[in-house]
């Protein structure tokens, strides 16, 4: 009762300043576009290059999407909007793909930006390949990673009662089980994001945990998953969206690069099959032996970031 009582009042330790570090050198500055179809908050990072529009993942925000795309900063503007539901962009500003997506056109519009090339993660890809469609003459290129592609008819948010224990004391055990062993929190996402065998998962998390690197950045990445009532909303939209969605892949001219692991516990193989096969554009990078969040966290990461900065210099112009 004691222990429950403290992680009620226990702040989670989680750190929402708008203008705050997610790496050693790393800084966001969040701000808030109103737009024509409702507020957007976002960060823009770089004074020069070409702009690269980062549209985070599930769980995630702003700050997820600078962080999945900050390996670019050194070459490209990210532009890293949340999506609506997700931190401080309201789930009236769009619930459906489309609008979701129309947000993002309105979003370039306000920053007087036209063009941008797409960095999509996981499920931010169904309002990548969106945007893409209903909007070609704004994306010079698109890159999908782990992205989905499929709808999922069976999907359905979690229940109430698992969302109210996520929102309180579930976030907060997970925070404090990281600070006292990160191996366990990773061994637990690897349950979550890949299909690897014991022997592979063992090795991952030694890589992972033992990496200097590796390890500050998956910290970061999973501190920009709380608070969860803040990334909730969205969440629970993009599972619901996934129902019966349907994307126009016939639409999108601009090139498509799509990677995937063949390893991916959370989003299947199959879906970057799928998109490569409807995308007339499009080409792939498969990623043998990699889960869901191998393109960062994997020993080969290097190698595959460097197949994306050289498709977006190619297309970039």
Do not use: C
């Not at 985070?56 to 999407?65: E, F, R, S, T, Y």
């Not at 007087?112 to 893409?132: H, K, L, N, R």
């Not at 600070?179 to 992972?208: C, M, N, P, W, Y």
């Amino acid at each position: 009762m004691l222990a429950a009582v403290g992680l009620t009042l226990w702040d989670g330790g989680v750190d929402l300043d708008p203008q705050r570090e997610l790496l050693p050198g790393v800084a966001i500055n969040l701000r808030t576009a109103d737009t024509d179809l409702g507020p957007v908050e976002y960060d823009l990072s770089g004074d020069d290059g070409p702009v690269v529009l980062s549209v985070h993942a599930g769980l995630g925000g702003a700050d997820q999407g600078r962080l999945f795309a900050n390996w670019l900063h050194d070459e490209f503007r990210i532009l890293s909007p949340s999506r609506p539901g997700y931190l401080g962009t309201p789930l009236r500003s769009g619930r459906t793909l489309a609008e979701q997506a129309d947000l993002l056109a309105a979003l370039l519009d306000e920053l007087d930006i036209e063009q941008v090339g797409v960095f999509a993660v996981s499920a931010g890809s169904p309002v990548a390949y969106t945007f893409a469609a209903r909007h070609p003459g704004r994306v010079w290129g698109l890159v999908s990673i782990s992205g989905v592609s499929l709808p999922n008819p069976d999907a359905a948010p979690g229940s109430a009662l698992r969302s109210a224990f996520l929102n309180s004391i579930g976030q907060k055990l997970a925070k404090l089980t990281a600070s006292i062993s990160l191996e366990s929190i990773v061994a637990g996402t690897l349950d979550e994001t890949s299909t690897f065998t014991e022997e592979q998962k063992a090795q991952r998390v030694d890589h992972i945990t033992h990496t200097e690197d590796v390890r500050l950045f998956f910290t970061a990445m999973f501190d920009t998953t709380f608070p969860y009532e803040k990334r909730m909303p969205g969440t629970r939209n993009d599972t619901l969206q996934t129902r019966e969605m349907r994307l126009a892949f016939d639409r999108i001219a601009a090139p498509v690069l799509v990677m995937h692991g063949d390893r991916d516990g959370d989003v299947p193989f199959e879906h970057g099959e799928h998109a490569v096969a409807q995308i007339r554009a499009a080409r792939h990078q498969w990623m043998p032996e990699e889960d869901h969040l191998g393109f960062w966290l994997g020993p080969r990461a290097e190698e595959w970031q460097q197949v994306v900065r050289a498709f977006l210099r190619e297309h970039a112009g």
